[in-house]
């Protein structure tokens, strides 16, 4: 059966999305056979991250033991929520497997697309962003947290930095970016080539030299990098490696669709209290009940779309057969959306008492991430 119709781009994803077509229609590649490290992790071996570009790169990198860069970015603005830990997770994962983490602040664009005060911006950045990836799990040992704004103490890396984000305008083109972006602006395109500069500038001599990148990112962040993509491969002032990427699935709001962190009752929040926790799963969770319990108990629930259960999936309940159990149940009818709803609850509420326990401990950690040049 056709899903209903969808649209996805940097800017907005509406509708029930199709993400075997997405594979098609934007050229990338399901994930290839992963060695075991990968399925510890419950984001690989649950195919939430389940596309890629040129990722047996990195597979080689990690095989032989050898360098290479995992490069992400963050907007300066909301709160940190749950949907932003599949991006945190695999930033921890990959730093355990030797790679070196490159977190750029985009405030620079938030500056020219939100119109955001700098000062804020470094107050959220830290506040919101920083102290969550601390408490889950990221290590100042091997990563480089900058600001767009104000790329390294270091005149030579800095120089080198801006040099790239400016000198990469020469192999664009207007009629490029308005191929794969539909749309475009002067803002757009300006964010598009710092974006591009982000992730290419590893590579300069300044900083790792000729090394593997992977941008890990969602399906509806690809625009971006087939742009950088397309005008790295052109460059010519350096020969850079091509760009590795891999792509996860959307973390689903509560109340459906894709999370926002401009829209409080869409999500969870990392500093979110157990009653604050309570009231926005009952109230909100999307369910994939029925409309009555006598429904229910006949025909069952649809996991694929309660958001309760997909929670769990993604993130809260990492042992597999207590996982099937509770699709067993649930789609069975044995298991009503009211108590899929109160395994979530507990689960999301044991994992905030320790994570907010860390974040608390991770305050004295800032520093070691900030005076780095």
């Not at 929520?81 to 730093?95: E, R, S, W």
């Not at 490159?102 to 664009?109: F, M």
Request: positive net charge; charged residues 30%; hydrophobic residues 35%.
């Amino acid at each position: 059966m056709e899903k209903e119709s969808f649209k996805v781009t940097p800017w907005e994803v509406k509708g029930d999305v199709d993400y075997e077509k997405l594979v098609r229609e934007f050229g990338v590649k399901p994930m290839p056979n992963l060695p075991e490290v990968f399925n510890k992790n419950v984001l690989f071996r649950r195919h939430i991250v389940y596309a890629q570009r040129d990722f047996d790169r990195i597979l080689d990198a990690i095989k032989n033991k050898k360098k290479f860069v995992m490069m992400t970015g963050l907007m300066p603005s909301g709160k940190f929520h749950i949907g932003h830990m599949l991006v945190a997770q695999q930033m921890a994962f990959y730093q355990k497997l030797g790679a070196k983490l490159y977190i750029a602040v985009a405030d620079l664009e938030a500056y020219n697309t939100r119109n955001k005060d700098f000062e804020e911006m470094k107050k959220v950045a830290v506040d919101q962003y920083l102290l969550n990836y601390i408490a889950l799990g990221l290590s100042p040992k091997n990563c480089d947290f900058y600001f767009q704004s104000r790329r390294s103490d270091n005149a030579e890396k800095s120089n080198a930095y801006y040099r790239l984000a400016t000198s990469l305008s020469r192999y664009a083109t207007f009629n490029e970016f308005s191929a794969v972006y539909g749309e475009i602006s002067p803002g757009k395109m300006a964010s598009s080539l710092l974006q591009a500069a982000d992730m290419f500038h590893p590579q300069l001599s300044e900083f790792e030299g000729k090394i593997p990148v992977v941008v890990p990112v969602g399906i509806d962040q690809d625009p971006h990098l087939r742009i950088a993509r397309d005008i790295g491969g052109r460059y010519k002032d350096s020969k850079f490696i091509q760009l590795s990427s891999t792509y996860h699935i959307f973390m689903p709001g509560l109340k459906g669709g894709k999370m926002s962190s401009s829209n409080e009752s869409s999500f969870i929040a990392m500093t979110d209290s157990p009653k604050e926790v309570e009231m926005k799963i009952k109230k909100y969770a999307f369910s994939g009940g029925r409309d009555t319990i006598e429904e229910h108990r006949k025909h069952g629930g649809v996991p694929e779309k309660d958001v309760s259960y997909q929670y769990l999936r993604m993130f809260f309940e990492p042992d597999d057969e207590k996982l099937k159990k509770i699709y067993d149940d649930y789609s069975s009818g044995k298991m009503l959306t009211s108590e899929l709803k109160q395994i979530l609850i507990e689960k999301i509420n044991a994992f905030l008492k320790e994570h907010q326990r860390k974040r608390k401990l991770a305050e004295k950690e800032v520093g070691k991430f900030l005076l780095k040049s």
